[in-house]
């Protein structure tokens, strides 16, 4: 496993693990009850209230769901 931090132009961080099949990107993004996210190509789009966040995503079959205020995008390559 590898993890990665990187610190993304909104000023939040996502932390990124590498993993043999599957790459797992988690965000804190914070308790909303009005978020919501999707995958669209490479691209993650996070909309929290009347604000919207995107972020790259490697390449394969995502899934991306937002649980307690954390955004968990899984990649199987």
């Known amino acids: 496993m590898n993890e990665q931090q990187r610190f993304t132009e909104q000023g939040g961080f996502i932390t990124r693990y590498d993993y043999d099949d ?8 914070g308790l909303s009850t009005e978020a919501s996210i999707d995958v669209v190509d490479d691209t993650a789009i996070v909309v929290i209230g009347d604000e919207q966040y995107e972020f790259d995503v490697p390449a394969g079959d ?3 769901f937002i649980k307690n205020g954390i955004v968990t995008i899984e990649v199987e390559r």
């Open 22 to 29: 599957e790459t797992v990107l988690v965000a804190d993004i």
């Open 62 to 64: 995502a899934q991306a």
